[in-house]
């Protein structure tokens, strides 16, 4: 307080100062010869100022000095009086305290045991009826659970061997089908050898035009029946403008209706090998050869590509391979005209594999038309087994969690067993903190066994 009293004369002093320099020096703007003599006069007045002050300072730190001791010496005397007495309480309070927490050990010891020990009865009942429910409870949930798999187990396996038997009555049917078809091509290839066994020549046969054309539409149907399953295909097929092709094949969309029709310039083709014949008239020959392969070309596109009934090309049957090689390997030109009249040339061997292509084609759009079923039944197969998965997984967390429940009422026993054998060996808190803390969980303790009773 003095400090502050010094410290406050000191800054009005030099606030005073301060203002008689301001005043000096606003005196100086007004007059340079009165600033010199105020000049003089305020140096006089400083001096004077300071010496007083010097002394003032002087005296006043004598008189906080003398002060200052005298206050060190008297609160000197009474904080030795005060530690006295507090020393004296001090004692005085030990010792009760002593006494006190004696009486408290033996109370708290007997109020403990007993508390304890009921709480600990009624605990290990608790626990144990709560693991009995538990129990219970888990195996009923399995039983349930596992009640529901085997259900659900059945009911798949039964939907997975329905399944697999329609699949196998399909294939079983399948391969009575590919039979009764081998034994259609055995009928018919034993139709064919005694045919050929009974034709005395092939030239004398093929001589006429209409054994030509008949060996040719037998050999065609042979083939188209050999390859195509029956409803792909129909011989001797009329179209709506009259005309009659030797087959027609039924394909998809967009190709859609093919006609195939079977043609056979044999006569012109041996007389362009006659070595009889002079070379005039085997270059005679060619060309009329070249002419009527040119003028089936003609009929079959005219006849049998019709718009918006049949497919914007037709099939030229040519029953001799070696006819058909002639054609492809020394006259590209009649087969260039046949292109571009969309006719296309087949013999025997390419019939086959073009017949092959169409079977596939056909195989395609009937396994597409199956597609969807075959989607839904996996599709719900699928949902099938997400539905178990499911449930496998919600059984897992159950099974889990009741280990898991199980574990901690172990840890719980444990805890209980070690909290009986402390107070049996009497391993008490010697602390009077934690004695204390011990008799608060008495307290509460007996606050909540009567309501567990109760429960």
């Not at 060190?72 to 005397?77: E, F, N, Q, T």
């Not at 020393?87 to 050990?105: I, K």
């Not at 005209?337 to 056909?362: D, E, G």
Request: a negative charge; hydrophobic letters at 40%.
């Amino acid at each position: 307080m003095i400090q502050t009293i010094t410290l406050l004369v000191a800054v009005a002093i030099l606030f005073i100062m301060l203002w008689q320099i301001f005043r000096v020096s606003q005196q100086e703007k007004s007059s340079v010869d009165l600033q010199q003599v105020m000049s003089q006069q305020l140096e006089d007045k400083h001096r004077a100022m300071l010496l007083d002050f010097n002394d003032g300072l002087n005296k006043l730190g004598d008189r906080l000095s003398a002060s200052s001791n005298d206050i060190s010496d008297r609160l000197r005397v009474s904080v030795a009086a005060e530690l006295q007495a507090t020393r004296d309480a001090m004692q005085a309070l030990q010792l009760a305290q002593n006494t006190n927490l004696s009486l408290t050990r033996e109370t708290v010891l007997e109020k403990l045991h007993t508390t304890l020990a009921e709480q600990g009865k009624a605990e290990q009942e608790l626990i144990q009826s709560t693991m009995r429910n538990a129990t219970l409870q888990l195996t009923a949930s399995i039983e349930a659970l596992t009640k529901a798999v085997d259900g659900r187990l059945e009911q798949i396996g039964g939907k997975v061997s329905e399944r697999l038997d329609e699949g196998f009555k399909k294939t079983n049917q399948t391969f009575v089908d590919v039979m009764a078809r081998l034994a259609t091509i055995d009928e018919a290839q034993k139709k064919i050898d005694g045919l050929t066994t009974n034709v005395v020549s092939l030239q004398e046969l093929l001589g006429d035009k209409r054994s030509r054309g008949a060996f040719g539409e037998v050999q065609l149907e042979a083939l188209v029946r050999n390859v195509l399953p029956v409803n792909s295909f129909a011989m001797q097929y009329s179209f709506p403008n009259g005309t009659r092709a030797d087959c027609a094949l039924f394909l998809p969309d967009p190709t859609g209706t093919v006609a195939v029709d079977s043609k056979f310039p044999l006569e012109n083709y041996h007389r362009m090998f006659d070595s009889k014949l002079s070379e005039v008239e085997q270059l005679a020959a060619e060309k009329q050869f070249k002419l009527d392969v040119k003028k089936h070309v003609d009929d079959i596109a005219n006849k049998y590509i019709i718009s918006n009934i049949t497919s914007d090309g037709a099939v030229m049957f040519i029953p001799a391979e070696a006819v058909f090689a002639e054609l492809h390997a020394y006259h590209a030109d009649v087969i260039e005209y046949a292109m571009n009249k969309r006719v296309w040339v087949v013999s025997p061997t390419t019939l086959m594999a073009v017949l092959n292509t169409a079977r596939a084609v056909l195989k395609d759009v009937e396994t597409r038309k199956q597609v969807h079923v075959i989607k839904e039944e996996l599709g719900k197969l699928s949902k099938d087994f997400g539905r178990f998965d499911v449930r496998m997984k919600k059984l897992a967390d159950n099974i889990r969690q009741a280990h898991e429940n199980a574990q901690e009422v172990h840890i719980s026993s444990q805890k209980i067993s070690n909290r009986f054998a402390q107070i049996e060996r009497v391993e008490l808190a010697k602390n009077p903190a934690d004695l204390l803390d011990i008799i608060d969980d008495i307290g509460l303790d007996d606050d909540v066994l009567p309501n567990k009773k109760e429960s």
